[in-house]
């Protein structure tokens, strides 16, 4: 399959950056890199122009220079190139899904040769990327790793490497970065991605230019009124209906509540968008029977005990679908907006 990286890696594109790539092309582990680039299972990556193929390159990339600037062994970085490669497998969409990183590590033994504490290391440090930096140590020390330092370093990599790329978001913020080195890279991730883009555009794929896919205001004010919903004890279909109806000024009442009701319960959150879109189109069964195949198309299920990240446990705080409502109420709201 065509790498899209190595492409550009082969081209004399790079302008002010050019003594950077051959720096990197002259690096004692090039060969590790490209070869992971060679060998990427792209169709276990989450498939998105904003989360998808192109992301999980320049992550690579920047993967790449963070070992070569930071020295890092042969063997950690194999670790953070496997950790770049597949940080974002466990993706439901492009939203603010901060479980995804749990979800990830569900995939990564298909994914990797590595096995025993490296696979664990890896594991802990993709679950920690899609969290708050101040619960990293709380994180990784749920996982059995005997050298916590050397976990944490190349969780940080991996956080710097990802985060680097968010100049595809136009929500790059440096003082975020947690090591110098990836600092001094911001110019060249813009630059990178500029690049990226264009040899997408030459290749014919799709670049997301033209779909709005992270209006920033819209996905921040529903993931506070979730928060907000979930501390004053409503249930995912309460905020999943009323965040619809303020999202598209509509007035109504759903009396039959259909909560979770764990394990065998089809999840609140597709029940509570099919009762909302269901008043919403006066019950128009093409367009729910539309909205339910979508559903399935993108979520792969409608259980609750699927959807929620590490399935139904007993003592999971109250906030461990927060993602998940909030994704489920953008998608429905997407579908209600979209235009055919
Ligand atoms: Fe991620
Ligand atoms: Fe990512």
């Known amino acids: 399959m065509i790498s899209p990286m190595r492409n550009i890696l082969s081209k004399a594109v790079w302008g002010e950056y050019a003594c950077d790539i051959e720096a990197l092309k002259n690096w004692c582990f090039y ?13 276990a990556l989450f498939q998105s122009p ?4 192109g992301h999980i390159e320049r992550t690579m990339l920047h993967g790449a220079f963070a070992a070569m600037d930071n020295d890092l062994s042969e063997e950690d970085t194999r670790l953070l190139l496997t950790m770049c490669s597949y940080h974002d497998t466990g993706r439901l969409s492009d939203w603010l899904d901060d479980a995804h990183g749990l979800s990830s590590t569900f995939k990564l033994p298909g994914l990797t040769a590595f096995t025993g504490e490296y ?3 890896m594991k802990a440090g993709i679950e ?5 930096d101040k619960d990293m140590d709380e994180i990784l020390s749920q996982y059995a790793v005997s050298d916590m330092d050397r976990t944490r370093r190349l969780a940080k990599f991996l956080k ?9 978001i136009s929500d790059l913020d440096t003082k975020f970065l947690r090591n110098d080195a990836a600092v001094k890279r911001a110019e060249f991730s813009k630059f990178m991605f500029d690049v990226y883009t264009a040899e997408l555009e030459a290749l014919g794929r799709d670049t997301g230019k033209k779909r709005d896919y992270f209006d920033k205001d819209l996905v921040t004010g529903v993931r506070d009124a979730v928060h907000e919903g979930l501390m004053a004890g409503k249930c995912a279909y309460e905020i999943v209906i009323s965040e619809l109806c303020r999202l598209l000024d509509a007035d109504i009442s759903v009396s039959t509540r259909k909560s979770c009701d764990n394990s065998k319960a089809v999840c609140g959150c597709y029940n509570a968008c099919m ?5 919403y189109t006066g019950n128009d069964d093409t367009r729910l029977n539309e909205f339910s195949d979508s559903f399935m198309k993108q979520y792969k299920s409608k259980a609750c005990g699927t959807l929620r990240p590490a399935g139904i446990r007993e ?3 109250v906030h461990i679908c927060a993602a998940l ?11 209600l907006t979209a235009e055919n």
């Open 31 to 43: 060969g590790i890199f490209d070869e992971f680039l060679k060998n990427l299972n792209r169709a």
């Open 160 to 168: 710097d490497s990802d985060g680097l790329d968010r100049v595809r």
């Open 50 to 53: 904003v989360h998808g193929e």
């Open 128 to 132: 920690a990327h899609s969290r708050a």
């Open 325 to 335: 409502i909030l994704d489920t109420t953008l998608f429905a709201y997407r579908f």
């Open 119 to 121: 696979l664990e290391m």
């Open 275 to 279: 009762a909302f879109i269901g008043e």
């Open 315 to 317: 003592n999971d705080p």
